[in-house]
């Protein structure tokens, strides 16, 4: 059984870190204060510590939160390529969840702290994408799957600025994964 403090610790975490990605997405990751923060998780602004080792790390654990929830709804459909962009379909470039993409890639140039998490998502997603693909016989199945993350993420960033990412480019993605086996048609 849970004491009820133990939840209640639980509950102004789970608010710190739901704020922090609010923030994060409405004002970018350098402009989040810890007095803004509590203010939006309805929190006093020392809790932000007591549950935190500092500001940055619950960015960092929002954040990566965020970004591990977004992928964990990426799954192998009977078209690779089906399953990789469709779960994208929901991101215009602008919503919140990519604009957390974008600006905590922005923060892990700065940070290693950062960098070593979002290395750490990207390694273990990488690896199940590699996964799929040497399921589906294609060649260079490690090589093909950093190739399609990098396209991914790059796809995520340029629908914000360019109309034609945000356009299907199911079948310009199929050539490409093609040459190496087959995702089908």
């Known amino acids: 059984m849970t004491s009820p403090m133990a939840a209640r610790g639980r509950d102004v975490r789970r608010r710190l870190t739901a704020a922090a990605v609010e923030l994060i997405a409405e004002k970018g990751w350098s402009a989040v204060s810890t007095r803004m923060l509590a203010e939006r998780a309805g929190v006093a602004p020392g809790l932000v510590h007591y549950h935190f080792p500092s500001l940055r790390a619950l960015l960092t654990e929002a954040a990566i939160g965020a970004m591990r929830e977004a992928v964990a709804g990426i799954e192998p459909a009977s078209d690779l390529v089906d399953g990789l962009l469709g779960p994208l379909d929901a991101y215009t470039g602008r919503d919140p969840v990519s ?22 998502l990207v390694a273990e ?41 945000r356009t299907d480019l199911r079948p310009v993605l199929r050539r490409l994964v093609e040459g190496g086996a087959v995702c089908g048609s």
């Open 99 to 120: 604009l957390v993409f974008v600006e905590t890639y922005l923060a892990a140039t700065r940070d290693e702290q950062v960098r070593s998490a979002i290395s750490a």
């Open 125 to 165: 997603f990488q690896g199940k994408v590699a996964g799929w693909l040497a399921d589906r016989g294609v060649v260079a199945p490690e090589a093909t799957a950093a190739v399609l993350m990098a396209t991914i993420d790059g796809l995520m960033v340029h629908r914000a600025l360019n109309p034609m990412a």
